[in-house]
């Protein structure tokens, strides 16, 4: 199993980014998949989850904070085996590494079966 997360960089506050977690070894389309964040000197926080996709191909996306909302969407392209996490109007605040990581199960509930190496993004002006 192999999650590899890209996108990140230095942003100015208001700019937007998308990141990707390119995942191989396992069925994404069976596994919900989380989005974490650390920032320096604090703990890691949950950001946002995209559960698993159902038979007709819909997923729910669940916020782990709200700090996020109506700024940072997640999404699925399970044929490219990737998911996505654009984030809008960004602020210093977002500053972090942020981490992709498989779910345990198909809904989303902060466990995480493997992860990504992280990608920092830097919000600064």
């Known amino acids: 199993v192999q999650l590899q997360a890209s996108g990140g960089g230095l942003v100015q506050p208001g700019g937007s980014l998308r990141l990707s977690c390119a995942a191989s070894?396992?069925?994404?389309?069976?596994?919900?998949i989380n989005w974490f964040r650390q920032a320096p000197g604090k703990e890691r926080e949950g950001v946002l989850c995209?559960?698993?996709?159902?038979?007709?191909?819909?997923?729910?996306?669940?916020y782990y904070t709200g700090s996020v909302k109506g700024r940072f969407t997640i999404s699925r392209d399970n044929a490219k085996s990737t998911v996505y996490l654009q984030m809008n109007n960004l602020k210093p605040d977002d500053t972090a590494v942020y981490y992709c990581?498989?779910?345990?199960?198909?809904?989303?509930?902060?466990?995480?079966?493997?992860w990504g190496q992280g990608t920092q993004v830097t919000v600064s002006s």
């Open positions: 990581a498989q779910g345990t199960r198909w809904y989303c509930d902060k466990t995480a079966a493997n």
């Open positions: 995209i559960t698993a996709s159902s038979s007709t191909g819909g997923a729910s996306s669940i």
């Open positions: 070894g396992f069925r994404l389309d069976y596994y919900a």
